[in-house]
Structure formats: structure tokens, C-alpha cells
T-cell receptor
Framework: AQRVTQPEKLLSVFKGAPVELKCNYSYSGSPELFWYVQYSRQRLQLLLRHISRESIKGFTADLNKGETSFHLKKPFAQEEDSAMYYCALSDLGYQKVTFGTGTKLQVIP | NAGVTQTPKFRILKIGQSMTLQCTQDMNHNYMYWYRQDPGMGLKLIYYSVGAGITDKGEVPNGYNVSRSTTEDFPLRLELAAPSQTSVYFC???????????????FGSGTQLSVL
């Protein structure tokens, strides 16, 4: 079974402070991992995926297979980063996509 | 390009009533999904489909049914609605052509359902 754990329901940081949103996963095979974001009154949308090794809006995430983690990081938080963030895991065929419980990021001005 | 369209946006049901949440996509995606979003619980997969005529259960399928007669449509049916089904429901789709640029989910705007 595949499982995604996001231990923090709410993370509050000051503007300009570093951000780390935690994500741990459980999967027997080789996982494909993603971060999705939901801004207020907007649809859920993909932020980044581990396979692309990209940086989007200053966010990066590194897959650590030893620790089964895929934490999302940003060195300097901006007010517009306030949103709900979901970590997601896909099986090898990208058919079944499982989400974590989400972390609400609140950036304090 | 409409993307993923869900109807209705809001609905109030009485206990025991039934209804169908509609979802259609115009991107010719083979994969489609239904999730429910509960506060503090994140997104839970209800059912998914990898193509017309093929559906499979997710994490929380009880009390729901789906069908996939066409590539475009993936309706979710609630039989005998219960208060526990009060939630926001999201439909999503993705391409079956896999590669670094297209294995992402496109979401609908959601249906807020209350069962009273």
C-alpha cells in the first residue's frame, strides 16, 4: 500500500524566513513524488515533481530514499506563498495518486 | 480550453437521498479520479479510472459508485446519502502518456456537498 504523511497541519513563518514542509512516504516500489498547492479560491495545481528536479517559485524538494522523505523547502518565504500544500505519491504507472493530509502554510508579514 | 468541469458547485442533500456528481474533461485524458477533501484529512481517493470501461476503488469507496462509459465523463454516484459524506469533492484527470512533462493531475473546481 502507498501512504503519504504530512505531520504538520499548520506551519506559520515570518516573511523572509526559511520554510520546510515535511513529507514522508511509504511505498514498496520506486515512488514518483509531487507537491501540489491550493491557493485561496483556486484549484489544486501541481507545484513541482521530483523527477524533474526543478525549482518553482523558489521551492525545491529532494527525494531522500533512505529517509523516505520528500520535504519542500524555500529559503525565504513570501506572503504569496500562503496556501495549502499537499504531498502526493504515484505508483510506477502514474495511475493511482495518493495525497497526504496537507499542510497549511501561513506567512506572517 | 475548459479542462476539468464539475457540476454542481454546491448541493444540499437530505439523508437517504441520492445524487450524481458530474465530471467531464476535454483533454482526452485516459486517467480520471475522484477525491474527497475533509478538513484536516487531506484528499482521499474514492475511485479512479484508467480508461473507458475500467474503474477501480481507492481508499474510501464505500457509499459511492462510478462508471466510465466514455473517455470524457466520469460521474460519481452517491446512493443513500449520509452525513459522513458531507465534504468537498474533486474530480481530476491526467494523461496516460507518461513522461517528465505530463504526469500531473488537472483538477476541477470542486463540488461542496452537505448532507443534512
Amino acid at each position: 500500500a502507498q501512504r503519504v504523511t504530512q505531520p504538520e497541519k499548520l506551519l506559520s513563518v515570518f516573511k523572509g524566513a526559511p520554510v520546510e514542509l515535511k513529507c514522508n512516504y511509504s511505498y514498496s516500489g520506486s515512488p514518483e513524488l509531487f507537491w501540489y498547492v491550493q491557493y485561496s479560491r483556486q484549484r489544486l495545481q501541481l507545484l513541482l515533481r521530483h523527477i524533474s528536479r526543478e525549482s518553482i517559485k523558489g521551492f525545491t524538494a529532494d527525494l531522500n530514499k533512505g529517509e523516505t522523505s520528500f520535504h519542500l523547502k524555500k529559503p525565504f518565504a513570501q506572503e504569496e506563498d500562503s496556501a495549502m500544500y499537499y504531498c502526493a505519491l504515484s505508483d510506477l504507472g502514474y495511475q493511482k495518486v495518493t495525497f497526504g493530509t496537507g499542510t497549511k502554510l501561513q506567512v506572517i508579514p | 480550453n475548459a479542462g476539468v468541469t464539475q457540476t454542481p458547485k454546491f448541493r444540499i442533500l437530505k439523508i437517504g437521498q441520492s445524487m450524481t456528481l458530474q465530471c467531464t474533461q476535454d483533454m482526452n485524458h485516459n486517467y480520471m479520479y475522484w477525491y474527497r477533501q475533509d478538513p484536516g484529512m487531506g484528499l482521499k481517493l474514492i475511485y479512479y479510472s484508467v480508461g473507458a470501461g475500467i474503474t477501480d476503488k481507492g481508499e474510501v469507496p464505500n457509499g459511492y459508485n462510478v462508471s466510465r462509459s466514455t473517455t470524457e465523463d466520469f460521474p460519481l454516484r452517491l446512493e443513500l446519502a449520509a452525513p459522513s459524506q458531507t465534504s468537498v469533492y474533486f474530480c481530476a484527470s491526467s494523461s496516460s502518456d507518461r513522461g517528465p512533462t505530463n504526469e500531473k493531475l488537472f483538477f476541477g473546481s470542486g463540488t461542496q456537498l452537505s448532507v443534512l
